[in-house]
């Protein structure tokens, strides 16, 4: 049963720090991975989508990186700004047939001006 | 475009209640997803819909909770005989199917008291 772990689950730093989250997942056979941030009562957004053969994904400030065979994917925000405070989650489709995202709990992540 | 809608914003029912959850997809979009987000919990499968197959229910916690989807579009989830533990955000998402990038609407707050 595929697994995804997110640590730490709460990190705090200064305004402009540049920062990695971690993302862990227990079975390295994927299909894609999903980043998405979740700021406080609202729902999901999408940041970036990683396809199983790439090795990572750009998006302005943003960087996500894959690797398969350590069954690890790391979020790197650059520059930070209190804007980026939110709870950010990741999440693979396993291969197979699943149609289903498998979610972290998500790390969250507090910027200090 | 228009995103992933869901009605209402908040409900808050006596347990022992019915209450139904709208989705609106956006539209093009194939594939539709119901989640449950627990306080302190991560993101819970419920139930999901791809063109005219029939949906994967696997995720659903009890025969309290169905779903249905009319049209290929919008998606109604119904929770009979609420608890409090049904207690929850319910999220929709939606995309054009074959594992794609999921978009997902701000949720449903639903208070069981």
């Known amino acids: 049963k595929q697994e995804v772990t997110q640590i730490p689950a709460a990190l705090s730093v200064p305004e402009g720090e540049n920062l990695v989250l971690n993302c862990s997942f227990t079975?390295?056979?994927?299909?894609?991975l999903q980043w998405f941030r979740q700021d406080p009562g609202k729902g999901l957004t999408s940041l970036l989508l990683i396809q199983s053969s790439q090795r990572e994904q750009t998006s302005g400030r943003l960087n996500a990186s894959l690797d398969k065979s350590s069954g690890r994917s790391t979020l790197y925000i650059a520059a930070s700004q209190p804007g980026d405070s939110a709870t950010y989650l990741c999440a693979v489709y396993p291969q197979g047939g699943s149609e289903k995202l498998v979610f972290g709990k998500g790390t969250k992540l507090t910027v200090n001006p | 475009g228009a995103g992933v809608s869901q009605s209402p914003s908040n409900k808050v029912t006596e347990k022992g209640k019915d209450v139904e959850l709208r989705c609106d997809p956006i539209?093009?979009?194939?594939?539709l997803y119901w989640y449950r987000q627990s306080l302190g919990q991560g993101l819970e499968f419920l139930i999901y819909?791809?063109?005219?197959?029939?949906?994967?229910k696997s995720g659903l916690p009890s025969d309290r909770f169905s779903a249905e989807r009319t049209g290929g579009s919008v998606s109604t989830l119904t929770i009979q005989r609420t608890q409090q533990e049904d207690s929850a955000v319910y999220l929709c998402a939606s995309n054009r199917g074959m594992r794609g990038e999921q978009y997902f609407g701000p949720g449903t707050r639903l208070t069981v008291t």
């Open positions: 539209s093009g979009h194939t594939a």
């Open positions: 079975d390295s056979a994927i299909y894609n």
């Open positions: 819909f791809q063109g005219n197959s029939a949906p994967d």
